[in-house]
């Protein structure tokens, strides 16, 4: 089984349209607002639908949330390729948010429940991180073959076409997974089966203090390492249009050369960082120190970002964002591995989805902003349009290193 989630993760990773996607948006003549709202719109709707799915996977069953996840992300595609209006984006981003609040929390449930069954559970930081890595193996051819079907087409929207074949072959990938990392389906859901669930998952959340304090660091690190990523996609354009080689190709197949081979380096490396995770935890003797060293670390990172895009020092802000995302896939194994420290096999599920909709809001929050943010400097007087990125990075994990510090005063005081 560890194949087939490896499997899962390769395939549910070629996604094609990422490393363009902002600038298939701009394509589109959509601004930075724009695109941040699209992508507020998509957060509110996963948000919606989070835990409610959550919720239904675990009641009803976990392969048929997956195999629906697919089929709806497949319909947004289609809708991207085809869509030349906001409000056809508006509809591509809802049914990619249904494929997104599907998947999210449940195939990490299905894991755990392996590894409980298999008396396992104790290597889940090992094992969620091997199969991540190959999630970002995944990314990495993923982004080789997008970086060739953008320069054959001169265009960024095609891309979507392209992302259906995995999605299909991932739904083929499901059939062959056991009944039993169903968890505990009872085989008829009621709204009321639903309700009750929800309730209980979130009241756990809430009362419990150190979910809610994962809950908190799940939007601060992820939320917004989610939302501000892609600015990364406009500063390679940049980047590679100064540079003087391809000077035959085109605007976007010189771009597409850049991003491939920036995301290619960036997804390897992140593979690894996932892989390791569990090493990490042990150099730094538990999981809670390692979250609190990767804390410290994206401070710096992010700090470091402020003036190299004020600047406009791109080549080496370049290198500030891979830090970034391998900060990342060290933290989200050690992240995932603590939740499940607090929810039960029943839940498994629903909590994760909890965890995934408190980025949805952080994300929510933070993409318009910072999208107004970026609009409102291009083109004026004060540096590069991009460095609030740096701002805002560093001022929340400075905030999240100094209270964890805190708390951690207080746990060695009882």
């Not at 957060?43 to 835990?51: P, R, W, Y």
């Not at 891979?322 to 929810?343: G, M, T, Y």
Request: with cysteine.
């Amino acid at each position: 089984m560890i194949r087939r989630f490896s499997l899962y993760g390769f395939l549910k990773n070629q996604q094609y349209y990422e490393p363009f996607l902002i600038l298939a948006f701009l394509e589109k003549g959509m601004s930075f607002f724009e695109i941040g709202l699209l992508i507020a719109f998509r957060e509110i709707c996963v948000n919606l639908m989070e835990v409610p799915s959550g919720a239904a996977a675990d009641l009803y069953g976990r392969r048929k949330a997956m195999i629906f996840s697919f089929a709806a992300y497949i319909v947004s595609f289609v809708i991207f390729a085809l869509s030349g209006l906001l409000w056809q984006l508006f509809a591509a981003m809802f049914f990619f948010a249904i494929g997104e609040a599907f998947r999210t929390g449940t195939h990490k449930a299905m894991i755990f429940t392996y590894l409980r069954l298999e008396n396992r559970i104790e290597e889940k930081t090992k094992v969620y991180g091997y199969t991540r890595s190959w999630a970002k193996i995944g990314s990495a051819v993923s982004v080789i073959l997008a970086a060739i079907f953008v320069m054959a087409s001169s265009n960024y929207t095609s891309i979507f076409y392209f992302s259906i074949i995995p999605y299909i072959a991932g739904i083929i990938n499901f059939t062959g997974y056991p009944r039993e990392l169903d968890g505990q389906p009872t085989g008829k859901v009621s709204l009321k089966d639903v309700t009750k669930h929800l309730w209980e998952s979130l009241s756990i959340s809430v009362k419990r203090k150190s979910l809610r304090r994962l809950m908190l660091e799940s939007m601060g690190f992820t939320g917004f390492f989610k939302a501000s990523k892609d600015y990364l996609q406009p500063i390679l354009k940049g980047a590679a249009l100064a540079l003087p080689v391809g000077v035959m190709l085109n605007e976007t197949q010189r771009s597409a050369l850049l991003v491939g081979a920036v995301y290619f380096v960036l997804y390897m490396a992140s593979a690894y960082a996932s892989r390791k995770a569990h090493k990490f935890c042990d150099y730094a003797g538990d999981e809670e120190s390692a979250a609190h060293r990767l804390w410290g670390a994206s401070f710096l990172i992010y700090l470091m970002l402020l003036p190299l895009l004020y600047f406009k020092l791109y080549t080496l802000a370049i290198l500030g964002f891979v830090l970034s995302w391998l900060l990342q896939n060290f933290w989200h194994p050690i992240l995932i591995s603590r939740f499940e420290e607090h929810a039960s096999e029943t839940q498994g599920a629903t909590v994760l989805s909890i965890e995934n909709q408190a980025q949805s809001f952080s994300i929510m929050i933070i993409a318009p902003i910072l999208g107004l943010a970026v609009d409102y400097l291009k083109g004026g007087n004060f540096g590069g349009e991009f460095w609030p990125v740096g701002v805002f990075g560093a001022a929340i994990a400075l905030l999240a290193f100094l209270t964890a510090s805190k708390e951690k005063k207080k746990e060695g005081s009882l």
